[in-house]
């Protein structure tokens, strides 16, 4: 027989329990219901150019971005926080800079990532109808082409595929949708900051610290109003991806290219000529090297006139 007491404090026990039960499953309901405030992106639906943030994910897991950066708190500290990066540099920036990790992009190869999107009515870019448009939408990526445009880039060449980077930036996105209450937090150094921390490294290592300051490239020889085929080709980006020493970046070298047999992925071969090389520039997909991916050079039809062309021929010609 259990004595009254007893049994009323095992009543009032089973009634706290019960309220826990109910309040514990209230408060799960409750937490699948999206308020304005706690809006949440869904991967899936976050899509960049036919591709989904999901997918994206996993090209950034498969790269291991966060070895080195972080990402809504997350990763190491080598490199930049990227959460927020799209919807401060937007995507034509990120084509150009993800195309070509090793070198920060120029004004012209942001120009040409964001005029393919214009024509191929890509929903991200309604609205901006040139490169002054997305300067003002996106300033973070003025920002980075007028201090860095063209110097080298610490990051890797990951040399990815034109889908691969197409998901990173549909996962950057979403990314940058996410409420994140204004994290991560502005970085800003002073000059004087820098200035110091220059004087320190160089002290310490003996050597000159580059600090990144856009170059023009106004040096390379050739007068002024017919600028040279090598001025056109580093001002178009072009060596962004090609180089002249027979190393291998995005694209294939430019050494030795000229009236050589260059093996295609579809089996057959072409002897580079004047024609083969104009319609590598103007229809880069319609041959593609073999052992190289299609879709990552972008097309400079309406973008070179007839005489840089004619410049970038010749310079390509005498690349020995
Ligand atoms: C081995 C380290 C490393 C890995 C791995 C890496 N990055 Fe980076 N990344 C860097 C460094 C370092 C920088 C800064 C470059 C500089 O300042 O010169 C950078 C810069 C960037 C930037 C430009 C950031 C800005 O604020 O301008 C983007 C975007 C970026 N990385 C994306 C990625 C993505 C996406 C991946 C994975 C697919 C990745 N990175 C993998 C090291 C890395
Ligand atoms: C984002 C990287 C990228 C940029 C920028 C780029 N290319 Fe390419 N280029 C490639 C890739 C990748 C290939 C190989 C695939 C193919 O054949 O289209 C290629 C192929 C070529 C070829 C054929 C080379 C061969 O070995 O047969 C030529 C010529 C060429 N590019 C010229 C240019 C010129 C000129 C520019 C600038 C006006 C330029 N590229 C800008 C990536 C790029």
Redesign the pocket.
């Known amino acids: 027989m259990v004595n009254p007491k007893e049994q009323k404090s095992r009543k009032i026990a089973i009634w706290v329990i019960g309220l826990m039960v109910i309040v514990w499953t209230v408060l799960g309901v409750l937490s699948f219901v999206e308020t304005e405030n706690r809006k949440r992106p869904h991967t899936v639906n976050i899509t960049f150019a036919g591709q989904n943030a999901l997918t994206g994910k996993q090209?950034?897991q498969a790269?291991?971005?966060m070895?080195?950066?972080t990402i809504v708190g997350n990763g190491a500290y080598?490199?930049?926080d990227?959460t927020k990066?799209y919807e401060q540099t937007g995507p034509a920036w990120?084509l150009a800079?993800?195309g070509s990790?090793g070198a920060y992009p120029t004004e012209a190869v942001v120009n040409i990532q964001l005029n393919e999107l214009i024509k191929n009515g890509e929903a991200s870019v309604k609205g901006i109808g040139n490169l002054d448009d997305y300067y003002s939408e996106y300033p973070k990526a003025k920002e980075?082409v007028d201090e860095r445009g063209g110097v080298d880039?610490?990051?890797?060449n990951?040399k990815f595929s034109k889908d691969e980077i197409d998901g990173?930036v549909a996962f950057l996105k979403y990314t940058s949708e996410i409420n994140t209450a204004g994290w991560p937090p502005e970085v800003f150094a002073k000059q004087t900051v820098i200035d110091e921390a220059k004087k320190h490294l160089e002290a310490k290592s003996g050597l000159p610290v580059k600090t990144a300051v856009a170059t023009a490239s106004g040096d390379a020889g050739g007068d002024a109003t017919a600028p040279s085929g090598e001025e056109v080709a580093n001002a178009m980006g072009c060596m962004a991806c090609h180089s002249t020493d027979g190393s291998v970046k995005i694209g294939p070298s430019w050494k030795k290219l000229y009236g050589e047999p260059v093996a295609l992925s579809d089996g057959s071969s072409v002897t580079v000529d004047d024609e083969y090389l104009k319609n590598s520039i103007l229809k880069p997909n319609d041959q593609i090297v073999k052992g190289f991916q299609p879709g990552l050079m972008p097309s400079y039809d309406g973008i070179v006139s007839e005489q840089d062309m004619d410049a970038i021929i010749e310079y390509i010609k005498s690349i020995k």
């Open positions: 090209v950034f790269y291991n971005c070895d080195c950066h080598f490199a930049p990227l990066i990120l800079y993800l990790p980075r880039a610490l990051m890797p990951l990173l």
